[in-house]
């Protein structure tokens, strides 16, 4: 499995951008995919989750109701569109897959995923 995130660039406060991730090698249905991110000097941090097997997405208290993570199936990718993006919100965006369904208390754990894409650098401009 391999997979190349994009999307990622310059933005005001307010604004908005997609994230893409495309994954190739994906098979079956069991996966959990996730996007993470790591502002500098922090550690990396989980943004938002969604389940293959029951389409159940999960966001972190500080993205709920501005990110929203969703999946094309037929081309592989998944996507975080980010709304309303805020100046705390500048980081490095990762993004990462598991061959298996995880239990909603792990979805956060980076230990949890076994595939992570380059990373693309969102910058929100105050």
């Known amino acids: 499995v391999q997979l190349q995130a994009s999307g990622g660039g310059l933005v005001q406060t307010g604004g908005y951008l997609r994230l893409s991730c495309a994954a190739s090698?994906?098979?079956?249905?069991?996966?959990?995919i996730g996007w993470f991110r790591q502002a500098p000097g922090k550690e990396r941090e989980g943004v938002s989750f969604?389940?293959?097997?029951?389409?159940?997405?999960v966001n972190a208290d500080s993205v709920k109701g501005r990110f929203t993570i969703s999946r094309d199936k037929a081309k592989n990718t998944w996507y975080l569109q980010m709304n309303s993006l805020q100046p705390e919100d500048t980081a490095v965006y990762f993004c990462?897959?598991?061959?298996?369904?995880?239990?909603?208390?792990?979805?956060?754990?980076?230990?949890?995923?076994?595939?992570w894409g380059q990373g693309t650098l969102v910058t929100v401009s105050s």
């Open positions: 990462a897959a598991v061959k298996r369904r995880l239990i909603i208390s792990n979805l956060r754990n980076i230990a949890s995923y076994d595939y």
């Open positions: 090698g994906f098979t079956g249905r069991y996966y959990t």
């Open positions: 969604l389940r293959y097997s029951d389409s159940n997405t």
